[in-house]
Every structure is written in C-alpha cells, then in structure tokens.
C-alpha cells in the first residue's frame, strides 16, 4: 500500500482532505496545461507543411484582406 492509500484510509471520513487533494490535482494538471501550450508552440514552430490543393485559394499568402 503506498503513502497516498494509507492517507485515505486514514482519512476516509474527512472531507476537507479529499477537497484538498482535488484542488491539488487541479492545480496540477492545469500547469501542466499551462506549460504545454506555452511549449508546444515553439518545438513545433520549425515544422511546415504545404497546404492540400483545396486550400492553397482560400489561404493565399499573397492576397491580403
């Protein structure tokens, strides 16, 4: 049983700990988040690909609006 398991069987009644641990998990995950869509722009901004013949008209870098 590892420490996160002996917590909650401790602490099965308390419901200030489970609000706790759900905040945190939110937290976490939501930096998570927050990194990855600060990062991912730049790893990928080297990659380039040609657009499908059907969108090469509407996406025209030379026309302006």
Known sequence: MNWIEKLD???????ILQF????LTGMLVAG???I???VLPFVFDGLTVKLPEA???VFDAKRRF
């Open 36 to 38: 990855l869509a600060n």
């Open 55 to 57: 969108l090469r008209g």
């Open 32 to 34: 998570v988040q927050l």
């Open 20 to 23: 706790v641990k759900f905040n």
């Open 9 to 15: 069987k401790k602490y099965e009644e308390n419901t």
